[in-house]
């Protein structure tokens, strides 16, 4: 069975940082894309940053740039998301997401999806 586990999520003022972390099981990624979306509430779900098998490429939403950083230990098969100058708009639920043959924006290119972790931050 494989599962995605979200951890790091919690509470945070305005301007702060937060590190997410996401450790798969029972399947190896290593050869697929990874990232991490996002679904505030009443608002649909999406990217916020993914990575290729290797880490050579990744992609950002606009909105993340220069603030966030994605990461991936293939050793580990986790995939990584450290969060800076947090915003009052950064507040959601953050989901990892596996299994995509390219890095990718789509939501649909992902197999495997995490529970979530729930990021608040405060003003």
């Known amino acids: 069975q494989v599962q995605l586990v979200e951890s790091g999520g919690g509470l945070v003022q305005a301007g702060g940082s937060l590190g997410l972390s996401c450790e798969a099981s029972?399947?190896?990624?290593?050869?697929?894309?990874m990232g991490w979306f996002r679904q505030g509430l009443g608002k649909e779900r999406e990217l916020v940053a993914a990575i290729n098998w290797s880490g050579s490429s990744t992609v950002y939403a606009d909105s993340v740039k220069g603030r966030f950083t994605i990461a991936r230990d293939n050793a580990k098969n986790a995939v990584y998301l450290q969060m800076n100058s947090l915003k009052v708009e950064d507040t959601a639920v953050y989901y990892c997401?596996?299994?995509?043959?390219?890095?990718?924006?789509?939501?649909?290119?992902?197999?495997?999806w995490g529970q979530g972790t729930q990021v608040t931050v405060s003003s």
């Open positions: 029972g399947r190896t990624f290593s050869s697929y894309a």
């Open positions: 997401a596996a299994g995509a043959p390219v890095v990718t924006a789509y939501f649909n290119e992902y197999e495997y």
